[in-house]
């Protein structure tokens, strides 16, 4: 027979595809309990019922659950030089462009180059990959729904169009949905798709070695046509670009020769 946080995780793994048993246990069920005491719940079971009525309580818990260090247009002035110079350049030799957001985490890059990409062509034309090895942030970036604190750097006009606010917690609109695929990707031991106009890989690379990293800029540069852009985090500068077939085109921008 099934325990009570065993139920649990059946029932959000239902509900959300999240799936709590990826995480460590004694560790998740310390930072829940604490969670649903705080609210006034005795156990996971009543805990459940509860979000089941209310989505503001879900929302809170989706959040506690997942460390959420990433927002949308982080690094604005980097995202305003995509948008100003970079994607002129792009989508003047073609209209119908290729982009990947590499380790997209819980979805908030992706969608931000969505609703960017908005102002120059349909939202009903665009199709962009996002990929991330850990299921559980692929599951929450597919659900779109995020605490105001992601959306410090959001345009205005992008909020009122593109969000819908419910205690404190934004949901992320069908149609930009609808432009992002989300699918499970290793970096390192994956093969790699190709002919990418744009591919966006920021905040990530830091974690990894200089052999590592060796290996990641050799895939992403063949990953990239002719003139394509990689994009990388405000950390992350290559200092020797030309070595796999780059050249800068604007801090933290890199061109495929």
Do not use: H
Request: hydrophobic share 40%; charged share 25%; with cysteine.
């Amino acid at each position: 027979m099934l325990g009570d946080y065993e139920k649990f995780i059946l029932n959000i793994n239902k509900k959300t595809g999240i799936n709590l048993a990826l995480y460590k246990e004694a560790q998740m069920k310390r930072r829940l309990i604490s969670l649903y005491e705080k609210k006034g719940y005795k156990n996971f079971q009543d805990f459940y019922q509860a979000m089941e009525q209310d989505a503001g309580l879900l929302n809170e818990f989706l959040d506690r659950m997942t460390i959420n260090v990433s927002e949308f247009y982080r690094n604005s002035r980097r995202w305003e030089v995509l948008e100003k110079q970079i994607m002129p350049k792009l989508l003047q030799k073609n209209q119908r462009i290729k982009i990947w957001s590499a380790a997209c985490s819980t979805g908030e890059e992706p969608y931000t180059v969505a609703m960017m990409m908005s102002n120059f062509i349909p939202l009903s034309q665009l199709r962009i990959l996002a990929t991330d090895i850990d299921e559980n942030v692929l599951a929450k970036a597919r659900l779109g729904i995020y605490p105001e604190r992601s959306l410090n750097e959001v345009p205005e006009v992008f909020k009122k169009k593109y969000f819908t606010e419910e205690n404190g917690y934004y949901s992320i609109s069908p149609e930009v949905k609808k432009s992002v695929v989300f699918k499970k990707q290793n970096l390192l031991d994956e093969p790699f798709g190709s002919a990418y106009d744009l591919i966006v890989c920021r905040n990530v690379l830091i974690y990894f070695t200089e052999q590592a990293k060796d290996i990641l800029y050799a895939k992403f540069s063949a990953a990239l046509k002719p003139g394509g852009i990689f994009f990388v985090g405000s950390t992350e500068q290559i200092f020797n670009p030309g070595k796999y077939g780059f050249e800068t085109e604007d801090t933290f921008f890199y061109r495929k020769k």
